[in-house]
């Protein structure tokens, strides 16, 4: 990697090793640049934030996509074409239509494929709505934007953040968000995660925004659910719909946050138990320690499932506000399996050094999880690193949750020590089992400026693991 070319002998040698016997390996441009009008204009007020893609099965490409305040009417969602070898194709699209339509800002989008249809959808949020959008393999616009929540009467509500799987057995999606909706009976402000089911053309289907989540009691606004993730698993045919919150079973208290999951079937009923409780983080009752910013993925040969998240722990020697990744690999029915460790970047017992953010997919391809996640670890970055300046790194995992191969460093923003950073990744896989990953950072290679954000990306390829632990 670049990053290294400024750094002593003996590491180099070092670095050398790793990429020799790593499980992770870097191919095609480094550290491409995505995003067109944020990252490189020398204006840290523009930025391209939330990035996160979807692979082309069909014609073997990715879609990134992003918000961007460099429209002038405000947030935007933002789409390019990526090759199969990491390259940007043609120009940015826009996606959202804030000039056209209500003015209001477009944040935080998410995107999946249709193989069926051979497009995607994108959805977001404005200040107070749940938006979607067809998108062509080309990025043609497909129709109008569509409004999925239902909460526009009241100004003071909101349905936020959401997040998109696709059922590749019916053709279908599921949208899922989180508000503080007045027709589930919640007072303001307090949120709990609903859903709504699309067909493969986009038209609304099942019953309208139906509730997920059942955090505590209706009218207790102390309580919160919040930071969602879904997926989709073939095997089973079922959805997982995960969430972090201050519950109060099994004597959570107030300020205690942990991530909660829920099954459901293909047709958006809930299966199995309710509200179930995935993350354990310092036990019961102690709020000094949370679980943040899940994601999942499924294992579509299996049925099993793969959530992450990062938080603090008081379990093998870890103390609060030492912020690392965790997992929990689950059964079809959504079982413990495995608890997991995925990092360790200031060693344990030190808060210097952090982990936030995790992603995650599965690759069919090597039948391994893949997660990604920004740190600011000292691991390969020097005898005296500074803390607080983040990277990308990536973890394998087999599909029985094991630890594979080596933690590896993906971006290089800036050179060592700058004030240059890598932030929130995504991952997507092709059909020959490399991996896409993207995350927004701040980096001088293109004339960017230190807090100016843009979109960036590396493609990846896997060493093969063997029986006997080699590769």
Do not use: C
Request: proline fraction near 4%; aromatic fraction near 10%; charge should be negative.
């Amino acid at each position: 990697m670049l990053l290294y070319k400024n750094i002593t002998g003996a590491v180099i040698i070092l670095i050398t090793t790793i990429l020799a016997h790593g499980s992770v390996i870097e191919i095609g441009p480094n550290d491409v640049i995505i995003s067109q009008e944020a990252g490189w204009q020398g204006n840290p007020n523009i930025d391209a934030l939330y990035p996160t893609l979807a692979y082309n099965s069909t014609d073997n490409n990715f879609v990134a996509i992003w918000s961007s305040n460099a429209n002038a009417a405000g947030s935007e969602i933002y789409a390019r074409l990526i090759s199969a070898n990491g390259i940007p194709i043609g120009n940015q699209v826009n996606v959202s239509d804030i000039p056209n339509s209500d003015n209001l800002p477009a944040y935080d989008p998410d995107i999946v494929y249709n193989p069926i249809q051979n497009e995607f959808l994108v959805v977001w949020y404005n200040d107070q709505e749940i938006f979607a959008r067809r998108l062509g393999a080309d990025l043609t616009v497909l129709g109008a934007e569509i409004q999925i929540s239902d909460i526009s009467p009241l100004p003071t509500r909101t349905a936020v953040r959401p997040h998109v799987a696709f059922n590749t057995l019916d053709d279908e999606y599921l949208v899922v968000w989180y508000s503080d909706d007045p027709a589930a009976g919640l007072s303001e402000n307090e949120f709990e995660v609903f859903g709504q089911r699309l067909t493969g053309e986009g038209v609304e289907i099942g019953a309208n925004d139906f509730r997920v989540s059942d955090v505590a009691d209706n009218g207790d606004a102390s309580r919160d659910a919040k930071q969602l993730g879904v997926a989709f698993n073939s095997f089973s045919g079922e959805y997982l719909v995960i969430w972090v919150a201050d519950d109060d079973q099994e004597g959570q208290v107030d300020q205690e946050f942990e991530v909660f999951g829920q099954l459901l079937s293909a047709d958006g009923v809930e299966m199995g138990v309710n509200d179930f409780r995935i993350s354990t983080m310092g036990g019961i009752g102690e709020v000094e320690f949370d679980a943040s910013y899940p994601a999942v993925a499924a294992n579509n040969y299996n049925g099993d499932w793969m959530v992450v998240w990062h938080g603090d722990d008081n379990s093998t020697g870890l103390i609060d506000g030492e912020f690392e990744i965790h997992g929990q690999l689950l059964s079809e029915a959504g079982q413990f399996l495995d608890k997991i460790r995925l990092s360790a970047m200031g060693g344990t017992g030190n808060t210097d050094y952090l982990a936030y953010r995790p992603d995650v997919i599965f690759n069919p391809v090597t039948r391994e999880f893949l997660v990604s996640f920004q740190s600011d670890g000292p691991i390969w970055q020097g005898s005296e690193p500074d803390d607080d300046e983040y990277e990308i790194w990536v973890r394998r995992l087999n599909e029985s949750g094991e630890q594979t191969g080596i933690l590896t460093m993906i971006s290089d923003m800036g050179d060592l020590g700058s004030a240059f950073d890598a932030r929130t990744s995504a991952l997507a896989v092709d059909h020959n089992g490399e991996t896409m990953v993207i995350w927004n950072g701040s980096d001088d290679t293109h004339g960017g400026a230190v807090g100016e954000f843009g979109v960036f990306g590396q493609k990846l390829a896997e060493t093969p693991i063997f029986s006997d632990g080699f590769e």
